[in-house]
């Protein structure tokens, strides 16, 4: 029984931008990413869902209750804005409690509850101050705790990290974890940036233009992408494509290759010849971008530093076993590696019950 | 070393007064120097070719203060200031708010509410003369088609005053609703939509976040509001002036009334005085009182 049901929700204005036919089913307790670059329709799929945008098509059920014709404040949900949205003339404990005032809790309680929810996301010692006296991290912990002291089962979130820097990202993006799992909350999460919505979640959708390129959980995403659009998108750095023919294979075909699998090979040793066009020095490896006429961002990640100079010719090889197949034409996957692939994901941690069995490539390509 | 430095300073500082003369100049010129001597003038008797002027200290005040006609008169503009300033406001916001929502036909209804504004004072007066004429006027008329007998608005002690506040109110409140629009177009949706989702009604949404963020402009709002409620009188001149029985006459006509038609120039200099006094211990107010209470982004 899924918690948060879409049922083929459309928006768009003027037949263009927004969102079309969208669906998805999300347990209770879940927490899901959705994905996708800038203006595909994250913002306004979370706004359809929080009931500040209506749906021209299809239905939202949230907890076994049609919403689609319910306003925001009817549908027992919190959102986290991109833009924090806090109230500048409010303190930060009057920011956070403002919505039980409305709902009329009393006094004892929304103490207690503000007292608790500061704790949480440590925001002790800052209750007098108001927004502009806090810095980025801070406002936007103000934000997840007047979400969080709600205390309602779904919680929307709309890039609720990408004002802050990369170190106060990964503190909050931790926080936000720990509050999800601490509430028992359903969470749907919008992000364009594929590492937070990998480390973070249990499902992703992959969103294009609109519609939904791949749900699946992260490690599915990442292993076996849907299309070349997901295998591009997915991934630090992302796959490499291949045109078929450069390896023996025909015309529609294109051949992916995550570039952790790649092989350095003597000249003319390998599957393919390549001049090597960038050197780039990661700490415990370094990556070698590749040119070949052939070839969509080639790249071959070495252990250490690597002893080649820029403009060398260096053959690679592909191993046959950890080739991904798509139809160049319409971009799908057509066949998955043969190997296990999860013994090579050392990219991306998978989260702890990401371990569900592979699906066939068949219902891979019944999702889109 | 000391004299580079000392130079620098020194070109610095007039530097500084250079680019503060333009406005030290026409301050003083404009608003200083005629200050003072009408602080001067008010304590000096009225002179006439046999008998000069002569100092006679507070003299001036304490005639004023005897004169009966003085206290209409501030009765008046009392009367007129607490009932132009809070229904001109309250109708500017309540337009602002209307004119802000999501409604068809939404800038015609800006533009309309603006028009007033636009006219000057003098032609507002002319038509509202056209209202208030009795039996042909429009008020008449539609009073007429509801069978009220005519009433001569401007022409009677008991109504002359409450037609001058409406044709102030109709003036002023489109005016006001600019400063309230602007401002609430300056408060992003997004905080409707996180109180929307806080279970917050639109009235509480207004009353709690809405409002408190629209104090400074309204404090802004209210000084004008107060400002003008003792600086605008060209209507009076085409209205009523100050009739019947000076049941309209307010301060300041009365200061024009005094220099200019009784040529009593250390009366009305004495008046003006005290108009001086109480603007300044409102903007004193404003600045040391309000001004904390209120909140600024
Ligand atoms: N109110 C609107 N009127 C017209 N078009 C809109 C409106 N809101 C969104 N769109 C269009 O819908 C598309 C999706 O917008 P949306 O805000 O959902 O993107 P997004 O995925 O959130 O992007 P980003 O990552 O940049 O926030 C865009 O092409 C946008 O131009
Ligand atoms: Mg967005």
Redesign the pocket.
């Known amino acids: 029984m899924s918690f948060l049901t879409l049922d083929g929700v459309t928006r768009q204005?003027k037949g263009?931008?927004?969102?079309q036919g969208i669906s998805l089913a999300l347990p209770r307790g879940e927490f899901l990413s959705i994905l996708?670059?800038?203006?595909?329709?994250?913002?306004?799929?979370l706004r359809l869902i929080a009931g500040l945008e209506q749906p021209q098509a299809g239905r939202i059920v949230i907890d076994g209750r049609d919403v689609t014709a319910l306003p925001a404040s009817a549908r027992n949900l919190s959102m986290v804005f991109?833009s924090y949205a806090l109230f500048p003339h409010l303190s930060v404990a009057e920011n956070v409690i403002f919505g039980l005032k409305v709902r009329r809790v009393g006094r004892a309680e929304r103490e207690q509850r503000l007292a608790e929810v500061l704790t949480m996301t440590g925001l002790d010692g800052l209750e007098r101050r108001k927004p502009s006296e806090l810095s980025g991290g801070q406002r936007q912990r103000v934000a997840l705790a007047r979400a969080a002291v709600a205390e309602r089962p779904l919680c929307l979130m709309d890039?609720p990290l990408s004002n802050l820097d990369a170190r106060l990202r990964h503190s909050v993006r931790r926080d936000i974890r720990d509050l999800a799992r601490k509430l028992g909350l359903t969470v749907v999460y919008?992000t364009?940036d594929q590492g937070e919505a990998m480390s973070l979640s249990n499902t992703v959708v992959l969103?294009q233009d609109?519609r939904v390129e791949q749900v699946g959980t992260p490690s599915d995403l990442y292993s076996r992408p849907a299309t070349t659009f997901a295998a591009q998108f997915i991934g630090e750095p992302p796959m490499s494509l291949i045109e078929g023919p450069a390896l023996g294979y025909p015309d529609e075909v294109t051949v992916g290759i995550r570039p952790e699998n790649v092989r350095l090979a003597a000249a003319g040793g390998g599957d393919l010849d390549t001049v090597v066009a960038d050197i780039e020095f990661l700490g415990g490896d370094t990556r070698l971008e590749l040119d070949q006429s052939a070839a969509r961002g080639l790249a071959v990640m070495l252990p250490g530093a690597a002893h080649i100079g820029i403009g060398e010719t260096v053959g690679v090889t592909i191993p046959e076993e950890n080739r991904l197949l798509f139809n160049s034409v319409t971009g799908k996957l057509e066949k998955e590696p043969q190997q296990n692939p999860k013994a090579r994901n050392r990219q991306i941690p998978a989260p702890e019950d990401g371990q569900k069995a592979p699906p066939s490539p068949k219902t891979v390509k019944e999702d889109l | 070393m000391t004299d580079a430095f000392t130079l620098e300073r020194r070109r610095r500082a007039l530097h500084g007064w250079l680019l503060l003369s333009p406005a030290l100049i026409m301050l003083a010129t404009f608003a200083f120097y005629p200050s003072l001597a009408t602080v001067i003038t008010s304590l000096w008797s009225r002179g006439t070719r046999r008998n000069p002027a002569e100092f006679i200290g507070l003299e001036n005040y304490r005639y004023l203060f005897d004169d009966p006609t003085f206290w209409q008169v501030v009765s008046n503009n009392l009367f007129y200031a607490a009932v132009t300033i809070p229904v001109s406001m309250a109708l500017a916001l309540v337009m602002a708010l209307w004119a802000n929502a999501r409604i068809p036909a939404r800038s015609f209804i800006r533009t309309a509410y603006f028009t007033p504004t636009v006219l000057p004072m003098i032609a507002a007066a002319n038509l509202w003369l056209f209202f208030y004429t009795p039996s042909f006027g429009i008020l008449n008329q539609i009073g007429a088609l509801f069978g009220a007998g005519p009433v001569n608005w401007l022409g009677q002690p008991d109504t002359a005053l409450w037609a001058i506040c409406v044709m102030t109110i109709w003036k002023e409140a489109g005016f006001f609703m600019v400063f309230y629009l602007a401002a609430l177009q300056t408060i992003p949706p997004d905080l409707q939509e996180a109180a929307e989702i806080e279970g917050a009604s639109r009235w509480t949404y207004t009353r709690r976040i809405v409002l408190p963020l629209l104090m400074p402009t309204t404090l802004f709002i209210l000084v004008n509001a107060m400002i003008n409620s003792v600086k605008l009188i060209d209507h009076l001149f085409i209205l009523t002036k100050g009739g019947p029985s000076d049941s309209s006459k307010l301060i300041l006509y009365y200061i024009w009334e005094n220099a200019f038609a009784f040529f009593d120039r250390p009366s009305a200099a004495a008046m003006t005085v005290l108009v001086l006094l109480l603007l300044g211990a409102l903007a004193a107010f404003q600045f040391l009182v309000l001004d904390r209470r209120v909140h600024y982004r």
Request: net charge neutral; charged share 10%.
């Open positions: 204005w263009q931008g927004g969102v996708g670059p800038s203006g595909c329709g994250k913002s306004t799929l991109q890039e919008v364009h969103m609109g």
